[in-house]
């Protein structure tokens, strides 16, 4: 069995970071109305990629301790690179961006009123089945 700490920390650790995030990952300035669509769109869909970078980064410390620990803990009668071998198997397959985070991010971009058509740039969001259908 995993030591207790590392049982507990990381699981408190990934939710501290995932109420950070929901606090903070999703502030950017908002498009300024007087740009023509083209710049917005380009302008909303840099700055959603980059928040979105930012927010994995932080989000990807806590996945990468833990799967540091699955190599060292020793757990039973599975080990580390059998446990990366199924996560990988679970994380296969094309993703889009879901809605969530889509909308904060265009919500932020068009609080002065300008569109940032980031709707647009990536597309509609996936339907509920599509995740579970691509593995």
């Given at each position: ?54 927010r ?68 509609p ?11």
């Amino acid at each position: 069995m995993p030591p207790l700490p590392l049982l507990i920390g990381l699981p408190v650790v990934g939710v501290a970071v995932h109420v950070v995030l929901d606090l903070v990952g999703y502030r950017t300035a908002p498009l300024d109305r007087s740009i023509p669509a083209e710049e917005a769109t380009t302008a909303a869909a840099a700055r959603y990629q980059a928040g979105t970078m930012v927010r994995f980064a932080v989000s990807e410390a806590v996945a990468i301790v833990a799967l540091a620990a699955a190599f060292v803990v020793a757990s039973g009668p599975r080990t580390g690179p059998d446990r990366v071998r199924g996560h990988a198997r679970a994380a296969r397959g094309p993703r889009r961006p879901w809605q969530r985070p889509m909308g904060r991010t265009a919500a932020a971009l068009e609080r002065d009123g300008a569109d940032s058509h980031l709707r647009e740039v990536f597309g509609p969001p996936p339907r509920s089945g599509d995740v579970i259908s691509g593995l």
